[in-house]
């Protein structure tokens, strides 16, 4: 049988070992180990790169979460400022209106009109019923106008268009009387 040491064996006799045999190994080894270790701190340091791709993977996903949930919340504080304004708003209204009480201002026609003691230093009024309901106080304004030799007085609500007939007059001719006005006549 051969001794696998047969071969460093050097020219003095069997079991006499080869230094420069065993130092070119033990060099060959060292070298092999200085690769292996080399390619793991290759790898190890292609794993750091990895994860440090994925961590500032998952920092990124964290920041648009945080940045979405901080467009939302400012989302919701603006909703809740505007509903407090609404709440301000209703109690408000409901104060006001508070001070109206709906009267019949010619047969079958209705406006709200201020109640006595409640007229807060404004003069006595009268404001549109479709937009009490609404929630908004609108003061009807009187016009007049002539049609067909009948006079009529209107209230007039300019947020809603609505007229209200709230008296009417035939004109005879003996009491008639005509007006000029710049560019239009009235007849009254």
């Known amino acids: 049988m051969v001794s696998p040491w047969s071969s460093l064996t050097g020219t003095w006799g069997a ?6 045999a065993i130092s070119g190994l033990t060099s060959s080894l060292k070298a092999t180990s200085d690769i292996a270790k080399a390619m793991l701190g290759i790898r190890d340091e292609l794993l750091i790169r990895e994860k440090a791709i994925e961590l500032n993977a998952q920092v990124m996903t964290a920041q648009s ?7 939302a919340q400012a989302e919701l504080v603006e909703r809740v400022r505007e509903l407090e304004k609404q709440v301000v708003d209703l109690e408000d209204w409901e104060r006001e209106k508070g001070r109206y009480q709906l009267t019949e201002i010619a047969t079958c026609v209705f406006a709200y009109a201020t109640k006595p003691g409640m007229e807060n230093g404004e003069p006595s009024h009268r404001i549109c019923a479709g937009c009490y309901q609404d929630g908004r106080k609108s003061i009807l304004q009187g016009i007049r106008r002539t049609k067909n030799w009948t006079r009529l007085e209107f209230l007039v609500c300019h947020a809603c268009k609505a007229e209200i007939v709230s008296a009417s007059h035939k004109i005879s001719m003996d009491s008639a009387s005509v007006h000029a006005s710049g560019r239009s006549r009235t007849i009254w």
Do not use: E, F, K
């Open 15 to 20: 079991g006499v070992v080869d230094v420069s």
């Open 65 to 71: 979460a945080a940045l979405a949930a901080q467009a």
